[in-house]
């Protein structure tokens, strides 16, 4: 059975950092690309960021370029998701999703969120 559990997610002052753990089972975590989603309040789901197998490629949505960084540790099977110069418009539930291939921005299943509330 596939588990994705994320973590790390709090309340933060604008200009602020998180760093988010998903901790992968229940599949060969280091054959499929991983990615981050969110949905903010009355929105719908937004891809953020998505980093291939080997973690050597990687891509960001134009929101989020420049401040996050999605890495991955495949001996430990848990994804990451550094967040830096968080903005009010970054307050969302974070997801981390299981890619359906090494490399692609599809996926299958995905965990049951962590939230981040950016806010002075």
């Known amino acids: 059975e596939v588990q994705l559990v994320e973590s790390g997610g709090g309340l933060v002052q604008p200009g602020g950092s998180l760093r988010l753990s998903c901790a992968a089972s229940g599949f060969t975590f280091s054959s499929y690309a991983m990615s981050w989603v969110r949905q903010a309040p009355g929105k719908g789901l937004e891809r953020v960021s998505t980093?291939?197998?080997?973690?050597?490629?990687?891509t960001y949505a134009a929101f989020v370029e420049g401040r996050f960084s999605i890495s991955r540790d495949n001996a430990k099977n848990t994804l990451y998701l550094q967040m830096n110069s968080l903005k009010a418009e970054d307050t969302a539930v974070y997801y981390c999703?299981?890619?359906?291939?090494?490399w692609g921005l599809g996926y299958d299943y995905r965990g049951q969120g962590t939230q981040v509330t950016v806010s002075s």
């Open positions: 980093i291939n197998s080997g973690g050597g490629r990687t």
């Open positions: 999703a299981k890619g359906v291939t090494a």
